[in-house]
């Protein structure tokens, strides 16, 4: 849809930028608003039809019956064993529910919604077409505005409890909580004015290794990194914005309340702080271990511009963290330390009343 070849400095790989030539630099101004990122590693899916909310609230895991126009918010698609299986994020103009998704999520996300109608007045498409994803935080995003007067634009939640939600994390403030994200819809015109602002110096653009080192360090799980085909909302923290306790049934609704109230998740988010002195990122996949033992594997890492070498990773719920471990990379293992997320007593939050013990009755009968 765009020549983001022509963007100087652009490094491009399959449709998606990668960086324009400084990715430090655009960390920066990207997390000061100084600069958007074009996400070609997004993709927007439409709903429309009078009962789209109260079905979107049906099959997924947040409560959308009552989402007013203009407010953001996220839901998960998960397997009757309450794995998830898709991931999107959710505003509504008043006439559309818009799903921002990952772009290897899409196609099979549709084909399951469209799937699910049955006799419903819901009709969702593929508007990958009719609009470019953008981000950035706080203002500085310009998205498109329909005849609603909503304009089309969600604001990332994360890391706020929402209504319904749980938030697993200890820390106080998390780490999320400076990383105002934003992701605007704009039309293809929009896109072309907004780079020839790029090109000519007038507005400054960041790449995808820019967004993602953000995301890492705000500890901000996400479906194309963290999910495995058997990650359980509970193991990464997403029942802080994705998941609501209270609502109706849907599918893997069971587990999660099961899990949630009466038993552990059996992995569990870390943040790692890796040695930089190598100057070397592990892979996604690459092996955790403590004392020589693997506890688990790297979901996502990146290069902060304050932090340095950083990483999320999913462990065992047992395993000895925080503390220091080892990561393996193509050159070798490095040094990491590391930050508990999600803690081994997450769960079992549910007071179930203990009964009497029945004493043994004494003397002669």
């Known amino acids: 849809m765009v020549d983001l070849g022509r963007i100087p400095g652009a490094v491009v790989d399959d449709g998606v930028l990668q960086h324009a030539g400084s990715p430090l630099a655009e960390q920066r101004a990207l997390s000061s608003g100084r600069a958007v990122d074009v996400l070609g590693d997004r993709r927007v899916i439409a709903v429309t039809g009078e009962d789209r909310l109260s079905w979107l609230d049906s ?35 008043g006439e559309t529910t818009w799903l921002i998704v990952d772009a290897a999520d899409a ?42 007067g909503v304009p ?17 994390a200890v820390v106080d403030p998390h780490p999320g909580g400076d990383r105002s994200w934003t992701e605007g819809l704009v039309t293809p015109d929009g896109l072309d004015a907004l780079m020839a602002a790029v090109t000519s110096g007038e507005v400054g653009v960041a790449g995808r290794v ?64 890796l ?48 503390g220091d471990l080892t990561v393996e990379t193509p050159e070798g293992e490095i040094a990491a330390r590391a930050e508990t997320i999600v803690p081994p007593d997450a769960g079992r939050t549910a007071a179930i009343p203990r009964m009497p013990r029945l004493s043994r009755r004494t003397g002669s009968g």
């Not at 085909?229 to 599918?251: F, I, M, N, Q, S």
């Not at 020589?292 to 340095?308: N, Q």
Request: proline fraction near 7%; include cysteine; glycine fraction near 8%.
């Open 275 to 322: 040695d930089g002195s190598e100057s070397v990122l592990p892979e996604r996949g690459a092996e955790v271990r403590a004392g020589g033992d693997a506890i688990g594997e790297v979901t996502s890492a990146a290069l902060h511009f304050e932090d340095g070498p950083i990483a999320l990773a999913l462990v065992k719920r047992a395993a000895p963290v925080p």
């Open 59 to 93: 099959i997924s895991s947040q409560e959308l019956r009552a989402l007013e126009p203009g407010r953001s918010t996220e839901t998960l698609v998960l397997d009757p064993q309450g794995r998830v299986e898709h991931a999107a994020s959710v505003f509504d103009d």
């Open 107 to 148: 196609e099979a996300l549709l084909a399951w919604l469209m799937r699910m109608r049955f006799r419903l007045r819901v009709a969702p498409r593929d508007a990958g077409d009719e609009f470019v994803v953008v981000g950035g935080v706080a203002d500085a995003v310009t998205p498109w505005v329909g005849h609603t």
């Open 152 to 168: 089309l634009l969600w604001r990332d939640p994360w890391p706020q409890v929402a209504v319904g939600g749980w938030s697993y």
């Open 210 to 273: 820019a967004a993602e080192a953000l995301r890492v360090a705000a500890w901000r799980p996400r479906w194309a990194t963290e999910v495995d085909g058997r990650l359980l909302p509970h193991e990464v923290d997403w029942l802080r914005t994705a998941v609501h306790l209270d609502k109706g049934c849907y599918r893997g609704q069971e587990t999660v309340a099961k899990v949630h109230n009466l038993g552990h998740p059996p992995r569990r988010l870390i943040f790692l702080q």
